[in-house]
């Protein structure tokens, strides 16, 4: 399997889903927009992956060709046309019936190279390295080249007006990008994919590779300037699947150039490929239960380093109802290197452990002056029991309702600026949750 193949079947098929994420991701404002880039998206993979597949179309399998051709023209046809669609269906009733017309002239230029191939092409050679198309120079050839320079000169136009009324800086850049990047991908198409297809048919795939490109880059702006009206209740599973798939691209395309190298061969077979495209899918799926564990043997090793984020993980994902004030207190006491750690809360203590201070030693931490800068109030006397540091436990409405009583640490250094920094992050961000839950 050739490398150019494997790039345009699996460039194609990451902006299948970049499409697939804007229509999931867009709400009902943008969503035709939304609509009008999938069908694009799936276009610009139709046209990809015939093209990838006639270049390497064995001898046996001649009579599908012509089916190739079609579904090359078609997938052009698609692309150039939801385009159109995604530029100009908004600009009121004169952008729906542009859009109306030439999605008409589209499907007739496509019928007739059906019907009457000889009009575009007249045989087929096939070699070792690629095949080639024998394109006729008849009307139907120049028409095709009219239709698609004419439809990308009035979905660059619709681009240009949407341009200039994007107050977004960031917004108007993106679609400058996508712009250009449509604009080179056209002129690089008709080139290659209609003037040179015979004389350089191995060039053929540059065209449909540099629409891909500029689609999938495009992706990232509309997420990141909402170019599109967008809800995130999909976009990060999408987005994450979507990085797990260009992910798998290039270390395919790593593996490829590797083995290539090292086995001198021309190519790894199939059956290789995609044994490496499960085995690196299965290992990136994996990779959030791998983080979750190394960080959990991280937490629990003796050293004084804080995992702060798989701490803040663990205390956003604590059920409200059934929110257990000594299992948290437990937790945080191992998390943090601590010998102790303790929440009072209106007289009662939830500790890692049992606490030996006395009922007047809790009245007393219980009365320390609330602080106004920090968290940390002044501490109690020292015995051997008693903790090292009080902190305030102050909910969303600035109020203060109980103490967190912090003990030395586990490995025997006193608590440093860097640690009671640390801490006190994690001490607001308890404070947070258990102040939703105060009838406790």
Known sequence: ???????????????????????????????????WFFIGTLGAAVWSVAIAVFLT??????????????????????????????????????????????????????????????????????????????????????????????????????????????????????????????????????????????????????????????????YYSVVKYRILSLSGKWLEVLSYIILIAAAVIVYTLIFYAIFTTVFSVASPSIEILLLNFVMVIILLCLMPALREVLAMLKSILPTRNIDIGYITRKILALKRDRLDLKELAGFLATQLKLDYFAFLINGKVYGSKTTFLTSEELVKIGKLKHPTRSIWQTQPGENADSPVRVAALVDSNDEVFGQALVGRSNSGHSLEHRDLIQIEMVINLSASVIGKNKGL
């Open 1 to 35: 399997m050739k490398l150019i193949t494997v790039l345009l079947i699996a460039v194609a098929a990451l902006a299948v889903l970049t499409g697939f994420s804007i229509l999931c991701g867009t709400t009902k404002q943008s969503r035709m927009s939304g609509l």
């Open 57 to 218: 179309l064995p001898t046996s399998m001649s009579d599908s060709a012509p089916a190739l051709v079609i579904s090359v023209i078609s997938g052009i046809t698609l692309t150039d046309v939801a385009l159109l669609g995604y530029a100009g269906w908004s600009n009121g009733r004169s952008g729906k019936i542009l859009v109306g017309i030439f999605a008409l002239l589209g499907i007739a230029l496509c019928v007739l190279l059906a019907q009457q191939p000889e009009l575009f092409y007249s045989h087929f050679t096939f070699g070792q390295d690629f095949n080639t198309i024998h394109t006729t120079r008849t009307w139907y050839f120049y028409a095709l080249i009219a239709f698609f320079t004419i439809i990308s000169l009035v979905y660059s136009g619709y681009l240009s007006k949407t341009i200039k009324h994007t107050k977004n800086h960031g917004a108007k850049n993106g679609l400058r990008i996508f712009q250009a990047g449509l604009s080179v991908g056209g002129i690089l198409a008709l080139v290659f994919d209609l003037l040179l297809l015979t004389s350089q048919p191995h060039l053929a795939w540059i065209g449909p590779m540099a629409v891909s490109i500029s689609i999938i880059t495009f």
